[in-house]
């Protein structure tokens, strides 16, 4: 069992950046973010293993969003710089303890609560 909390979300102009976290209870193979706008599905932003050397980015995120882990601190980041109004969604952290494609939705086990994400223009 991962029980996965995020934090570091909330209300910014566009342009400016956020940090989100996620501390993880347990320990699993790989860590993802995805994020769900309103009326949209579920959509993948990052994802990483717990060495680090396996990371993979959304083509919307590419440049301008960082994934990163502490194992120390079994917690991932994501770093968003230049926030667009279109990157307004809930975020949330994921977890997965089992193969498969890391950034694909089905493939994670356990999700977060989410933590809100809003840009303004």
């Known amino acids: 069992q991962v029980q996965l909390v995020e934090s570091g979300g909330g209300l910014v102009q566009a342009g400016d950046s956020l940090k989100l976290s996620c501390a993880a209870s347990g320990r699993a193979f790989d860590m993802g973010w995805f994020r769900q706008a309103p009326g949209k599905e579920r959509e993948f932003v990052a994802a990483i293993n717990w060495s680090g050397f396996r990371i993979y980015y959304a083509d919307s995120v590419k440049g301008r969003f960082t994934i990163s882990v502490d194992n120390a601190k079994n917690t991932v980041y994501l770093q968003m710089n230049s926030l667009k109004p279109e990157d307004t969604a809930v975020y949330y952290c994921?977890?997965?303890?089992?193969?498969?494609?890391?950034?694909?939705?089905?493939?994670?086990?356990?999700w977060g609560q989410g933590t809100q994400v809003t840009v303004s223009s």
């Open positions: 994921a977890a997965r303890t089992r193969s498969g494609s890391m950034t694909l939705r089905g493939s994670y086990d356990y």
